[in-house]
């Protein structure tokens, strides 16, 4: 499986962005997806995660600020972000992994595949 971010930038506080995650080479339906960001100097936090039916779960320090969503057809996974902050300053990563419905969830470990990252900066 491999996946590819994209959509990082630069935005002021309060703006919208929008990253996306093209995933290829899974037959599994079950896959989850997520999105986790990371700061340097400290641990990856996981944000948000989606399973193979919609069901979404969100860190709270995201929850109704940013949407997970995907299209499997498409092989496409999404983060919209909007309000955001200088915290949200980060690498951004999308993760897959084959995991049940209630292990995919963002503070769930063990994720198989990962993208390279993608760099979004909240300043003003």
């Known amino acids: 499986v491999q996946v590819v971010e994209s959509g990082g930038g630069s935005v002021r506080p309060g703006g919208s962005l929008r990253l996306s995650c093209a995933a290829s080479?899974?037959?599994?339906?079950?896959?989850?997806m997520a999105w986790f960001r990371q700061v340097p100097g400290k641990e990856r936090e996981g944000l948000a995660a989606?399973?193979?039916?919609?069901?979404?779960h969100y860190a709270d320090s995201v929850k109704g600020r940013f949407t997970i969503s995907q299209d499997r057809a498409k092989n496409k996974l999404d983060l919209q972000m909007n309000n955001l902050e200088p915290e949200d300053k980060a690498t951004y990563y999308c993760?897959?992994?084959?995991?049940?419905?209630?292990?995919?969830?963002?503070?769930?470990?063990?994720?198989?595949?990962w993208g390279q990252g993608t760099q979004v900066t909240v300043s003003a």
């Open positions: 989606i399973d193979s039916d919609g069901t979404t």
């Open positions: 993760a897959a992994a084959q995991k049940s419905w209630a292990e995919c969830l963002p503070a769930s470990v063990g994720w198989d595949y």
């Open positions: 080479g899974y037959t599994d339906s079950s896959l989850c």
